[in-house]
């Protein structure tokens, strides 16, 4: 047992003055554009839909998965599309109830699913971007603090629960050394992974932290910040727009918040009228702060629902004419080469 105690201070010893040194950014990649480069892409809904309409490829496919499903059916459109894939990971159930609580993923209660996830990702080799738990800070996600009214819905979904998840959810996609992530992990005071093998998979992930730009509700223990799990474990920053809610001061206070982060829109949208100068506006913010570098437009599930570009033609004119820009690459370097 004195043995196996000084073995464990060494790699525990090792993994803290790797956090000073190098915090938990080995094998981390945001997988970014070309410099000078954009990805715009699609969520939801069918990739040719949106192309037919803007007549642009979309480089980067965007799908809703549940916590604990499976992923293919997921990434399969994005693959026939020719587009790298993004996974929106939600807890949530269609009935509106709760997987999991971030409390219970903070205690390895999800592990083997975290791992198996890995391992597919990692098998599947193409780069990946997980946006995990987006709008976390608004009380209609189940991972969230705050109830609408302000009251606090207890440990298991604390700001502190929710960082924690979010760390040992990073450590286990990354993969590597078993004994390093372990002790990474008792140093942030959570249980090691009940791992069978030394080493894990080391996934293709970049992870964006993708909040609303203010809480909902708007209280300073439900802002963005309380959620920010930190910058070793967060490859992107980003936030969802829509027209109908254009809140211009909180994007700009936001962006500025959080600088030396790649910028994304996990979502943005017209919706609910035809608003072609929101679309100007946007494409010029868009311009003038070149660290965002990936936005993708929410057309939702439905051919004719509210999210639909097809409601909106004006609209769709006007992103068709901005997508046209150099300033948008249309493929992803996966799929530069001719089709497999």
Known sequence: MAHRSFVWALALSAALLGLVLAPARSRAAAYLPPAGKLYAGITA??????????????????????????????LGPADQNRSRAMLAIQTITPSGGEVISPGAIARGRADGWIEWLGAQLAQRGAPVYVRLFAEMDAYWNPYSAYDENGTFRGSEH??????????????????????????????LRMPPIPAAASTLPRAPVAMLWVPQVWGAPDTPQNAPRAYYPGNQYVDWVGTDFYSA??????????????????????????????????VNQLFGWIRSHPRVRILMYNQGYKPTGKLALARYPASARTIARHLRNPLFTPFTPEWTAPAR
């Open 245 to 278: 809610f254009p809140n211009w001061r909180g994007l700009n206070a936001f962006f500025d918040e959080f600088p030396g982060k790649p910028f994304v829109f996990g979502e943005w949208a017209v919706y609910g009228a035809d608003t072609p100068r929101f």
């Open 45 to 74: 809904g069918d990739p040719a839909t949106y192309e037919q309409q803007t007549h642009v490829h979309a480089a980067i496919f965007q799908e809703f998965i549940t916590w604990g499903g499976g992923i293919n059916w997921a």
């Open 158 to 187: 604390s700001t502190q629960a929710f960082r924690q998840a979010w760390r040992r959810i990073t450590l286990i996609l990354r993969g590597g050394s078993v004994s390093a992530i372990d002790a990474r992990l008792h140093a």
